[in-house]
């Protein structure tokens, strides 16, 4: 089995490739040493041109909640519109529902 996770995305002007390790299932995934791998993005243009983008590791829960408490603190906007979360948990909410009855449901 593969400790990597590689992803290739397929567009109209090129492909970009994701991989990085991954994360087996624990019960601590927050302390497991696999985290601290950076993550790669490798972007191919159509003509043959490709650029690497390598993302160092980060604790990305203290990332949020400290982006959280500047909003707390500043009053500004958070990054992520509560209309982004609401749709987010209905389609969630309707993931569980189609599980429960067997169909297609619409968020």
Known sequence: MSDQI???VIGCGGIAH???????KADNVENHPREN??????????????ERY??????QF????????RCLET??????PPENSLGN?????????????GQPVSP
């Open 6 to 8: 590689r992803v290739a």
């Open 18 to 24: 994701y991989h990085a390790r991954a994360i087996p």
């Open 37 to 50: 791998h950076p993550a790669v993005v490798m972007v191919c243009g159509q003509d043959g041109s490709a």
């Open 54 to 59: 390598e993302f160092p590791p980060v604790d």
């Open 62 to 69: 203290a990332l949020q909640l400290r982006h959280l408490i």
């Open 75 to 80: 009053g500004g906007p958070h990054r992520i």
């Open 89 to 101: 948990m209905k389609v969630i909410d309707a993931l569980f529902t189609s599980m429960k009855s």
